[in-house]
């Protein structure tokens, strides 16, 4: 897939068939999409990192795109730099060094609020060493590990994962 930089798109993905994100596509691979979220009132929203088998489609120029057509891409490259060299599975060593919240989001259809301590190579499989967070309280709520072959989507810097790293500095 070709993407044009500074064009907003609709990304739909086939776990979230009735809505869709509003973005700048920052990268993409035979792999991954990497996009930049934007939120309702056109402000920039954060970033989130989707398998390209997961999406289902994406639309240009529509009339709905229209009233986002202020909205600007936000260069993010100071929280994480994106090459042809990504895979959804090397990007993880990079959360790990810039210690992101981040929110994961399983194909269990789970959602959760972590930072990853460790990553380690299993069997082939990479695993994730994640001190957990929730949602409701903002304070740790204990270790996880998970397979990343298990994670759809995860997303960093939005503005309410921003609030909740704030609220944990607390």
């Known amino acids: 897939m070709i993407f044009e930089k500074n064009k907003l798109y609709e990304v739909y993905t086939d776990y979230n068939e009735e809505s ?11 792999e991954l999409v990497i996009i930049e979220k934007i939120d309702r009132n056109g402000e920039y929203d954060g970033i989130s990192v989707l398998r390209t088998d997961s999406i289902m489609k994406i639309n240009s120029c529509t009339g709905y795109l229209k009233k986002y057509k202020d909205s600007k891409y936000v260069d993010k490259s100071d929280i994480l730099t994106f090459t ?25 259809e789970t959602n959760t609020f972590a930072t990853v301590e460790k990553t380690s190579l299993e069997n082939d499989c990479v695993i994730l060493e994640l001190s957990v967070y929730s949602e409701d309280q903002s304070d740790f709520d ?16 939005t503005k309410y994962l921003r609030f909740i790293s704030n609220q944990l500095l607390r």
């Open 20 to 30: 869709f994100f509003v973005s700048y596509i920052i990268f993409s691979s035979e």
């Open 84 to 108: 042809k060299d990504n895979t959804f599975h090397n990007i993880w060593e990079k959360i790990k060094k810039s210690n992101l919240l981040i929110s994961l989001y399983t194909l269990d």
């Open 142 to 157: 204990g270790f996880c590990q998970i397979n990343v072959e298990n994670i759809q989507e995860f997303s960093f810097d």
